[in-house]
């Protein structure tokens, strides 16, 4: 019967719960909470996220994939530390982790860097988890996960090694990937299913071609200012110390745009109104988008997110 929620009463009550707790730990910590539009101009540019957009009176606007650039223009115009917890949609996301339309948690820490954001990711995570499901705590660096699960160095392998590799591990693949789809297929089929159920696995400094929105750390090798949190296999959240750099966010835009062009992907204009931002200047803060479904998911003990949603993508 689809006219029917996925999620029982329980679990609807649950989640209403949970958003409350969310809410009372950023007022315990003097996190002020802030609305900003989920349509816009721009869209992500990167290639691994598809944007909805709809076609509007007064042009096409976006359907946000996250609300990170228009926080970042807030953080840029004196806001400080902030939070928001927003619908947010992708296309072509839909399964048993997946909907096209879910909820996101997203803030900043002005001064912070991305260590000490783990530490309040932990410290949010164990606050709501009011039945002590979530176990024992992990700091791995990418390329340790990497080397310890698949057997490969994050920073030195090339593309045929990791191809390899990924072949004597089982993994069946048509075609060519490059460097980063191949880490990121190991990671995702090999690595990630190894973690420990129920522990919290942060993986933090990640090769700097993954930089995303980070800034990356010179060294030998250089590492992006990143992390990701796992409960058990199940990907919660993705932080980093925040690239302030309006030149270098304008060539990662321009690198993005290329890359889509080059698989056919639809084009979507870079923000401009961040670049500008960031030209004015951005504080020195760390920020993290963390999935609230799949926390409930993992809270609640459930294995698929239509259990946690009232209405999902089949019943919408």
């Known amino acids: ?6 999620a029982p009463p329980a679990l609807l009550h649950r989640r209403a719960r949970l958003l409350s707790d969310l809410r009372a730990f950023f007022a315990r910590h003097g996190v002020l909470e802030v609305e900003t539009p989920y349509l816009s101009a721009a869209g992500t540019t990167d290639p691994q996220v598809g944007s909805l957009s709809l076609d509007l009176p007064g042009g096409r606007r976006f359907l946000h994939t996250s609300p990170e650039f228009p926080m970042k223009r807030l953080l840029a115009a004196g806001v400080g530390d902030c939070y928001q917890m927003a619908r947010v949609f992708r296309a072509d996301e839909a399964g048993r982790h997946h909907n096209p339309e879910f909820t996101l948690l997203e803030w ?3 001064g912070l860097d991305h260590h000490r954001l783990m530490d309040e990711v932990e410290a949010l995570v164990r606050a ?3 039945e002590g499901r979530a176990g024992e705590t992990r700091r791995l660096t990418y390329a340790q996960a990497l080397a310890d699960h698949a057997g490969v160095d994050a920073h030195g392998d090339d593309a045929p090694a990791l191809a390899r590799r990924a072949r004597d591990l089982g993994l069946a693949v048509e075609g060519e990937l490059d460097r980063d789809a191949w880490l990121d297929l190991l990671l995702s089929t090999v690595v990630c299913p190894a973690f420990p159920p129920g522990a919290l696995t942060f993986l933090y400094d990640y090769p700097a071609s993954q930089a995303a929105l980070a800034r990356i750390r010179p060294g030998d090798p250089p590492v992006a200012e990143r992390f990701e949190l796992y409960w058990g296999p199940l990907e919660l959240a993705n932080g980093f110390h ?3 750099d309006a030149a270098e966010q304008r060539r990662r835009f321009a690198a993005e745009r290329t890359v889509r062009a080059r698989r056919g992907l639809a084009d979507v204009p ?3 109104h961040l670049l500008q931002a960031l030209e ?7 920020g993290v988008a963390l999935g609230v479904d799949r926390l409930l998911m993992a809270l ?4 698929d997110i239509r259990r946690v949603l009232a209405f999902d993508a089949g019943r919408a």
């Open 108 to 110: 900043y820490r002005v």
């Open 300 to 303: 609640s003990g459930e294995d």
């Open 128 to 130: 709501v988890d009011h």
């Open 242 to 244: 925040e690239l302030g």
């Open 270 to 272: 870079m923000d401009t």
């Open 1 to 6: 019967m689809s006219w029917r929620p996925g």
């Open 280 to 286: 004015a200047g951005l504080p020195d803060c760390a």
